[in-house]
């Protein structure tokens, strides 16, 4: 095999994981009624609050794969404000981060009455992230100046602006993440100086009776890279009685961007491909997610997928606050 296949893979698993060193990497837990995760300005986009646990692994036969777990809640304060924490663990091999951010939302109401949801918000978090490269059981015959032989721990402060439209079925969200566009000071030779990274998704939530559907794209670009990808996504939805509605749905991540390769003779190029179903139930205040994702393409670091759990609890609405629609990011 060609030098250049184990590169192509090397590449590959930058372009599916590398996101985890640059704050919370943006996966499909969104898809689980999760878009504060990704935007602040949906902290307190409803008149009660949510709680979100997910729990997300790759590769269980690779050791020190890669692994994310995030809590996070959010709830309205006042007629106008909404307020929200993000915690979160992410472990890539030796190199890890945990952080924390702290929300605060303002949504505008354009007309209607309260139950009409057709809201303009605004939102700013702001948070540390600790940092750290475990250098500890790198060994070398020689010494290598460049490696310390402990455990290298630094801290960052970040923050994320977000502006999100609401009006119905109809939602439409851009966000910019780590705008100051600092990072870690953790290696000698090279340090990224720019983890600013550019979000914009929209979806629409189609039919009113037990049975829907909701197609949604998400956008993100990288900055420093200028890696970009595109999310399409679709889910439906049946209720199955007042209080019970069972979900699933697929999405379809792509890079815009691939790697070339040179195999047999053959020159080729292959981009990031990740295939992700995904279900979910809701019983009452109660969620529960799982989705799965899937590598395709010839070149892939393991045949093993990404496996992620959401567990969330809605706390705080009444019924006759609700709006008035099929939106369940709010409702």
Sequence with gaps: MNKLIPTL???????????????????????????????????GIGEGGKIRLTARKQWFNVDEAPSLQTLNANFRVGGKSGIGFILFNDANGYHSQTGFKGTYAHHLQLGGDFR????????????????SLDESEFISIRQDPLVSGVKNTTS??????????NFLEFYAHAAILNLLGSGRDLYTLAEFDNLRRYLLSAGYVFGKGDFRIEPSTLFQMTDFTKEKTIDLNLKVYKDLNPTTTVWGGLSY????????????????EQRLQLFTPIVGVNINRFLFSYNYSYQSGDIRFDNGGF??????????????????CYCPAAN
């Design 116 to 131: 009409t949801l057709n809201q303009l918000s605004f939102g700013l978090s702001a948070g540390v992230i600790l940092s």
């Design 9 to 43: 893979a090397i590449l590959l698993l930058f372009f599916g994981t590398t996101k985890a060193q640059e704050g919370i990497p943006v996966y499909f837990d969104y898809l689980a009624d999760n878009y504060y995760l990704v935007y602040p300005s949906m902290a």
């Design 253 to 268: 991540r792509r890079s815009f961007d691939g790697a070339q390769f040179q195999q047999d003779g053959t020159f080729g």
């Design 307 to 324: 496996h992620q759990i959401t567990l969330g609890y809605d706390f705080g609405k009444q019924e006759e606050k609700r709006y008035n």
């Design 156 to 165: 960052y402060f970040n923050t994320d602006l977000g502006v999100s439209y």
